[in-house]
């Protein structure tokens, strides 16, 4: 593998409604659903909380996925997080994920494509898992005020497959203007 190849590092889901995700060997990931068996997989909004108040709009957090350099950059701070933890499906490394375009298509491993559809919106489950580790999964910039969102990304499944660790990252940006990732 060479030292630049963006990679899933981890695979993760869960049946229930459990902050943290458990490590698998393999996940398969279904066209316009997610990840098979887990809880936020669905054409629908699976989000345990929004799912109250708008439950018909399309689910754009089918899968979640977040860079593991944010686990190194956390670690330097005392805080100890491994995949899965934060709730993602797929772990990554060797990619900006915060960098991608709205619409760009992620190929993982030889079938699946997930199309980036925003930035996740992280909750204050955060701070239950590790108290502190909310504000650090946030960047303020101080010239503009706006806050960086640093916990992953999400999107939807475009078509199918199974992503294993170790599993290649191909990254094939939308046609026309570069939208940045916004939260979803």
Known sequence: ??????????????????FSKTNRASVTLLAGLGVEGDIHAGETIKHQFRMTYEPDLPNLRQVHLIHEELFDELAAKGFTVSAGQLGENISTRGIDLLGLPTGALLRLGAEAVVEVTGLRN???????????????????????????????????????????????????????????????
């Open 122 to 184: 992280p909750c204050s489950k955060v701070n239950d898992f590790r108290t502190g580790l909310l504000q650090e999964v946030f960047e303020l910039d101080g010239a503009t005020g706006e806050f960086t969102f640093k916990s992953g990304i999400m999107g939807v499944v475009r078509h199918g497959g199974v992503v294993r660790p170790g599993d290649a990252i191909g990254v094939e940006p939308p046609t026309g203007a570069h939208h940045p990732l916004e939260r979803v």
């Open 1 to 18: 593998m060479g030292g630049g190849m963006a990679r899933v590092t981890a695979v993760s889901s869960d049946g229930t409604y459990s």
